[in-house]
């Protein structure tokens, strides 16, 4: 699966503690190659964020992307949920 990087996830991403960066890692290898696997909670989102889903990093840090099309997802942020939704 390729995976674009847009500005804010770029930006958000390089605040990330080394621990977050490398969590960050293990599940987007496990995205790539599963999108669907159930570590990474993979869920629709609604409101602002509606088209887009989110995935899991840890209980409250997440990340959330859009797909473009069945090969591509452009990450679109990454937060805590209170970040990200609040």
């Given at each position: 699966?390729?995976?674009?990087?847009?500005?804010?996830?770029k930006?958000?991403?390089?605040?990330?503690?080394?621990?977050?960066?490398?969590?960050?890692?293990?599940?987007?290898?496990i995205?790539?190659?599963?999108?669907?696997?159930?570590?990474?909670?993979?869920?629709?989102?609604?409101?602002?964020y509606?088209?887009?889903?989110?995935?899991?990093?840890?209980?409250?840090?997440?990340?959330?992307?859009?797909?473009?099309?069945?090969?591509?997802?452009?990450?679109?942020?990454?937060?805590?949920?209170?970040?990200?939704?609040?």
């Amino acid at each position: 699966m390729k995976l674009l990087i847009h500005r804010n996830f770029k930006r958000s991403s390089k605040k990330l503690s080394r621990e977050l960066r490398s969590k960050l890692r293990e599940q987007l290898e496990i995205f790539s190659n599963n999108p669907l696997d159930k570590r990474l909670n993979n869920h629709a989102l609604s409101g602002r964020y509606v088209n887009h889903r989110s995935i899991d990093l840890t209980g409250d840090w997440g990340v959330i992307f859009r797909k473009i099309n069945d090969n591509t997802v452009l990450l679109v942020n990454i937060g805590t949920h209170s970040q990200l939704y609040g």
